[in-house]
Structure formats: C-alpha cells, structure tokens
C-alpha cells in the first residue's frame, strides 16, 4: 500500500476512488452526473488535471465509449453513472462489452445506504441493483465502507486483468462517497499470464509441423497476439480465417486472410480442406467442423475449449504466451513452410467474387475501404451494409475493427466509434450505421463537438430497418410492418449540432467525402442516400 502524505491522512471516499483509479492508470471517464455522485464528481473536479472526464447525452453512450476506448487502446475504459435508471440504460452498452470481451469497469451511485434493500421508493431505486449487472459482469460489488473503497477498485481491476477480460461493475452509496477515510492507495499488481501446459505445446506443435493443409482460426482474444500468430502463419503458410471480433489480427491484404466467419457458406471450401485447425481466442463457434478434422484450441477460458467442437488439444493459456511457445516448438520441429501466397490469391479471389455478385452492398464496401486509411478504425452497426463489410473489408492492423460481437446490438457502432477517437486520437475513427440505429445514438454529436472528438460517422440512409424490411418483402409476402422510416434531413440535422456533414449519391461520392471529412478532422456525417438493397449479401 502507499501512505497518505503527512497533513493529508484523510480525504473523502470519492477522492479514494479517483486516486485508485489515477494508480490504475484510467485517463478517461465517460459519465452523466448525478445527485448520487456529487462527491465523486466534485474529487473528478479536483483531479481534472489528471483524468478527462467526458459527459454524454445519455448513460447507454457511457458503456459504449468506454468499449471502443477499450478495444482501440487495450486499456479498461470507465464510466461513472447514477443508480437504477441509469444502470439500466447503460445495460446494452455493457451487454455488449460483456459479449466482446472487452474490460470495461462501469461505476455506479447507488441510493442512501440505510435504505438499500428496504423499499422505501427513493429516487432510482432498484432492488436488487446488482442482480441488474451480474449476467453481464465478471464481477459485481457493492461497497458501503469509505474504508474498503481503494481495496474494492483494485479488486475490479484485477479482475479485469487476470484471464478473459470482461465488464466490472462498483456501486457505492453516497455517504460512503461523502466520508472521510485514511485508506490508503494500493499499488497494481500485473497479472501473470497463463502459460499452457508444455506438454500440451510440444503436442500441438508436432502436429502442426505434420500438417499438409493448416487452417488458422483467430478470434477477439487474438489481438494482444497478433505479431506472434502473423510469425506462425508464415511459418506454417497456413490459410486464415477470422471471426469478425478477430479481424485485423491477420493482415487483410495478406492473400492468406481468406474471409471472416460470418454466414460463412463461401469459406466451406477453405475450411473441409483443412486437416489440422488451430482456433486462437475464439468461441469456434458454427464453423462447421467435422470428423475429419484435427482441433487444436487456445484459449484462456476454459470453458468456451470445447463448446461447440471437441479438440484433440486443449490448450489453456493467455493467446500470446501460447502461441509464441507453440512456435519456438515449431522452429526446434520444422523449416519455415515454402510460400503459398499465389494458391491462397486464388482462393481469396473466388470468395471476394463470390461477395461481389451478391448484392450492391459490396461496392459500397469497396469505395469504404478505398477511403480508409490502414490506420484507421471502423466501427460497423448491425446493418446491411455492415454485414457485408463483416465479410468483406479487409483490416491491416489490431484493435482496428468494432463490432457488437454476438449481441448484436443496434445502434452501438457511432458511441464506439468515439471512444476509440478518444483512445486513439491519432488515428482516424469511422463508424458506419443504418439510418435506423445511427438515429439511436445521434443525439451523442453534441458530445462530440462539445469535446472536440472528430469521428467521421457515415449513414447508410434506405429509409427503414433494411433488413427485417427485407425479410417481411422475401419471406411473409411482402406485408410490410414497422420497418419503414421517415426520417429527418439528417444533413441539417448533423449541421445543427455544429458538425461537417454532406449527402452523396454515389459510391465514388462516398469515397471522396471519406476522404475530404477525415482529412478535415471535424466531428462529421456523411449521407449516402440509397434504394432499399434487394439482398442481405449472405
């Protein structure tokens, strides 16, 4: 633990936490305030110097900022919130996190402590506030005692750190962030990471160095791993495919980078060609594997090796450590693999034709990644448009692709796409919606213009919910039932907030405006204005 200086031996417990959270290394705080968190907001005051603190529009934009800060920097994001309604707003958000395994520490008020559990109707009340959290947390506390403040914030973030990164949730009651303690701050411990069993290694590694046809399969938790799994490919010159948490772990120009495992029907050929798969920080979830196939898993939750295909090589391990073992092995067993970029060009060449002839959409992508820098990051909503850059957008780096993982969450991709901005303000963030989910979150352009976040949202604009309206016209007889839109002049709309904004009508509009909105480095919207698409591109 560290001493509290000589005349300052007692603070606040809201300065407690920001001082533990200062030791934690957060830089940022998405939040709302509230009567819950007067003290707490007025220590964030006092250490402002220190710790950026970000008010959005609403408590759902907290947990979502926080997620893209998390994702595009590697770091816990945080939010600070006020109890009952505002935990309950910011659920999708962390819902989302939860589903993408992405560390993220959600701070809550709650109300007076004598009151908790006794029902009696105080403002935002809920009993029981942490049963709210749980099944999208990796862990849930409570604190009451301004004493065991710094202890509970260093066990949320070590709960964080050590294995699968998932949300965190604190909620503490306003005494308790009102009065005074002596606790001292307590020094981070780095986590170790877990190493798989050696054996298990020499194994996996023997039969990689055997296999005719290696197939790898990365996932999200792949990202902190991604100059190690690129050295093994190339060793290997194993074909690859990724989730779409896991795309940019792989160069997407890489020839090798055959697709992602989105309705995944054009990479089946890819994949019954295998005969030794190795799957790193992923599910392998609905890839279809068959009896024929020898599994190797990684993972560092045990219980996702195993869910859907049984390994003949478990390996229980943080993806990094992992695989950098299972390639010094496979140097001590083998040479390099001779190059087989020209086969897999081929292969990638039959599945982008196969994208390309499957609906519009995918010169939509092209003109988006025509635009995009190799730099930037692209945070893609649940629309039609999305799918197909699920698909079909090739990512060069990391942490650089934002998705809502098996949630599926709509109208995340504009909140995420400024927390990254925020995160990573070097590099050019983009978030692509539908007309339906960026009218889910655009209030949030008056948190981008009040601090200054220039992320570049571009609106897909088919004037409904494009594809439940897709599927009532192909699969109930075209009666059509909630899923057309009369939306605003979203232009003016974007204008009226103080951000660059402009409509286009065609993709080689799309990719100017791309390139004229991030080279202007403004908060913006670009509409691009199309005809209702006539497939899902699947």
């Not at 994001?77 to 910011?90: C, E, K, Q, S």
């Not at 599927?471 to 907030?497: C, H, I, M, W």
């Not at 405006?513 to 199309?530: H, S, T, Y």
């Amino acid at each position: 633990m560290t001493e509290r200086p000589d005349g300052e031996s007692k603070r606040s417990g809201g300065s407690a936490v920001v001082e533990q959270l200062l030791r934690e290394g957060v830089e940022t705080v998405f939040g709302i305030p509230g009567v819950q968190l007067m003290h707490i907001l007025d220590s964030f005051h006092h250490g402002a110097d220190k710790i950026r603190y970000i008010t959005t529009r609403h408590e759902q934009a907290t947990a979502y900022m926080a997620d893209g800060y998390a994702r595009a920097s590697g770091k816990p994001g945080t939010t600070l919130i006020v109890p009952g309604p505002g935990v309950y707003n910011a659920g999708a958000g962390l819902a989302t996190a939860y589903a993408a395994s992405s560390p993220v520490i959600q701070i809550s008020g709650q109300i007076n402590r004598g009151s908790i559990g006794r029902g009696d109707s105080l403002p935002h009340e809920v009993h029981d506030q942490l049963d709210v959290v749980r099944p999208i947390t990796k862990h849930a506390e409570r604190v009451t005692e301004a004493d065991q403040l710094p202890a509970a914030v260093r066990r949320a973030f070590a709960a964080m750190a050590s294995g699968r990164p998932r949300p965190v949730h604190l909620e503490i009651p306003p005494e308790t962030m009102g009065e005074q303690t002596s606790a001292a701050v307590i020094e981070p411990v780095a986590s170790e990471p877990q190493r798989p069993d050696p054996e298990l290694i020499e194994r996996a590694a023997g039969m990689l160095a055997e296999a005719d046809h290696p197939l790898l399969v990365v996932g999200g938790g792949a990202h902190g791993a991604a100059h190690v799994v690129r050295e093994l490919q190339r060793h290997l010159q194993a074909a690859t495919i990724s989730t779409r948490e896991g795309k940019g772990v792989i160069d997407g120009h890489n020839p090798a980078a055959i697709g992602t495992l989105f309705v995944h029907q054009r990479l089946a050929p890819v994949i019954a060609n295998a005969d030794v798969v190795l799957a790193v920080g992923t599910r392998l979830q609905g890839v279809g594997l068959g009896d024929r196939h020898r599994l190797i898993h990684l993972d560092v939750d045990v219980s996702e090796i195993g869910r859907f295909t049984q390994p003949e090589v478990a390996l229980v391990g943080d993806a990094e450590t992992g695989v950098a073992d299972l390639l010094g092995a496979l140097r001590q067993m083998s040479d390099p693999d001779p190059d087989r970029s020209g086969e897999w060009r081929e292969v990638r060449e039959q599945v982008d034709a196969a994208h390309r002839a499957s609906g519009p959409q995918a010169a939509i992508v092209e003109a988006l990644s025509d635009s995009l820098p190799d730099d930037a990051i692209l945070a893609v909503d649940a629309t039609m448009v999305g799918y197909m850059c699920h698909m079909y957008l090739p990512v060069a780096r990391p942490r650089s692709y934002l998705t809502s993982s098996y949630m599926g969450t709509l109208g995340f991709a504009m909140n995420m796409s400024l927390g990254a901005k925020v995160a990573t303000p070097d590099r050019p963030s983009v978030s692509i919606s539908g007309d339906g989910g960026f009218l889910f979150a655009s209030n949030e352009l008056a948190t981008a213009v009040q601090y200054e976040i220039p992320a570049v949202h571009v609106v897909i604009n088919d004037g409904g919910y494009g594809n439940t309206r897709l599927d009532q016209e192909l699969n109930f007889g075209g009666r059509l039932l909630g899923t057309e839109l009369r939306n605003p002049d979203l232009v003016k709309y974007a204008e009226s907030f103080g951000c660059a904004a402009t409509r286009v009508a065609d993709n080689d509009g799309l990719r100017q405006a791309v390139r004229d909105m991030i080279a202007d480095n403004r908060p913006a919207v670009i509409e691009l204005a199309i005809d209702p698409l006539p497939t899902n591109g699947f």
